[in-house]
């Protein structure tokens, strides 16, 4: 079987990734080649892999490190790390996605815990996650309407009709 490159792994654009990790009290490690995380369990200690292909973003909360080993898998795979307390919020600093160093951002502003519960509280209710998914998807096709028109995509020889882009 032939190895995988760490840049075959930012080939999976982050919209069709699924994974969105947050860890407490365990260690960030490279096992293997692998990137896992170690949990301890009375004498013992238990590895979990880390799929960092179809992963976003890694929350790290209280009690976690990370090696710069594992750092530098997760930075070539395009994965996005944050550092944050208890529960996942607020978060303290963070990586931003897709650039050619990995810089640590730190947040300029204290964000309680209830503003993101707020934010996600339309997601536990069938029809509140209906509407929401609604509206973004008609200004998603908004976006895709402006953002056709421009001249410069044209000019490129990329052509769209605009009775294409009428809702329907």
């Given amino acids: 079987m032939d190895d995988i490159a760490p840049s075959d792994l930012k080939t999976i654009i982050h919209s069709k990734r699924a994974n969105l990790y947050y860890l407490e009290h365990c260690r960030v490690l490279v096992n293997g080649g692998r990137v896992e995380y170690v949990t301890e369990e009375g004498r013992k200690q238990l590895y979990w892999n880390i799929p960092i292909a179809n992963t976003t973003a890694l929350l790290l909360g209280t009690g976690t490190s990370i ?5 530098r898998e997760l930075a070539k795979a395009g994965v996005m790390v944050g550092f944050c307390g208890g529960g996942g919020t607020p978060l ?3 990586t931003e996605a897709e650039i050619a160093v990995e810089w ?3 947040q300029s502003e ?4 209830e503003y ?3 934010w996600v509280s339309f997601w536990f209710d069938e029809k509140k996650r209906l509407k929401a998914a609604k509206l973004i998807q008609l200004a998603r096709i908004e976006r895709i309407r402006t953002t056709w028109k421009q001249e410069r995509l044209s000019e490129a020889g990329f052509r769209v009709l605009p009775e294409d882009l009428r809702t329907h």
Wanted: charged share 10%; hydrophobic share 45%; aromatic share 12%.
């Fill in 67 to 71: 090696t710069q080993a594992a750092m």
């Fill in 104 to 106: 640590l951002v730190p």
């Fill in 116 to 118: 993101l519960q707020r």
């Fill in 110 to 113: 204290y964000r309680p815990t």
């Fill in 92 to 94: 303290f600093a963070g």
